[in-house]
């Protein structure tokens, strides 16, 4: 009865690689995030979609591209990968994309070697 | 956008102890939630509370959203309360839709 759920959990790479990260919400939201947890514990947002329409992009270099095929689905796809890209990458969802609380999944670690 | 601050940045306790962490933010908010990262490094929603009072077991929260501050209390703590607990918030203007994070507040409960 997994509510917010990613996959993988753990993904090591090389550096210049292309890497994609899955997430799927089961708590029938419309909207979804990627967040950015780096190394000093700071989390910020990257991205949010609502009904598959992105609306946030916080000026995140366009090696990163989001992908919502439907509603509970929102995937995070990186091109070339960098050093500095390695980080905890966590997906959220809520009802709508203001005033809601946001639940979020159990994260993805990449390490970018 | 909103700026959140959070403290103590770090905390002590022995177990059984009591403790209050406060998150200060810069504008209204449309949204405040509290949240516990364990070791493991999951999020765990624990309050969602733009303004008011919540309690929920050991753990309550009171946001004073006229003031900009929330607190967080925590009874009688455990060893499994370790970890980092982090405000967010949601603001308006260009905070509008996304949550904003404080930089966390790290807990250790020794036995």
């Known amino acids: 009865d997994t509510a917010v759920s990613q996959t993988p959990k753990y993904l090591v790479t090389q550096m210049g690689n292309d890497k994609s990260i899955k997430c799927e919400q089961n708590?029938?939201?419309?909207?979804m995030y990627w967040y950015k947890q780096d190394s000093k514990k700071f989390l910020k947002i990257m991205f949010s979609?609502?009904?598959?329409?992105?609306?946030i992009n916080e000026t995140v270099p366009n090696r990163f591209s989001p992908k919502s095929p439907d509603k509970a689905h929102l995937n995070l796809h990186i091109n070339s990968l960098e050093l500095g890209d390695s980080a905890v990458y966590f997906c959220?969802?809520?009802?709508?994309?203001?005033?809601?609380?946001?639940?979020f999944g159990p994260g993805t670690r990449l390490t970018v070697l | 956008g909103i700026q959140v601050e959070q403290s103590p940045p770090d905390l002590i306790l022995q177990e059984g102890a009591n403790s209050t962490l406060r998150c200060n933010f810069s504008?209204?908010?449309?949204?405040l939630q509290w949240f516990h990262q364990n070791p493991w490094g999951q999020l765990i929603n624990l309050f969602y509370?733009?303004?008011g009072t919540k309690q929920n077991g050991r753990l309550s929260a009171t946001t004073v959203a006229t003031e900009r501050y929330s607190l967080l209390y925590i009874s009688s703590s455990q060893t499994t309360d370790s970890g980092v607990y982090f405000c967010?918030?949601?603001?308006?203007?260009?905070?509008?839709?996304?949550?904003?994070f404080g930089q966390g507040t790290i807990l250790t409960v020794h036995p």
């Open positions: 504008d209204s908010v449309n949204n």
């Open positions: 509370i733009p303004s």
């Open positions: 959220a969802s809520s009802h709508f994309y203001s005033y809601n609380e946001q639940f």
């Open positions: 967010a918030v949601e603001g308006g203007g260009t905070s509008y839709g996304k949550l904003t």
């Open positions: 708590l029938g939201h419309d909207t």
């Open positions: 979609y609502n009904n598959k329409e992105l609306i």
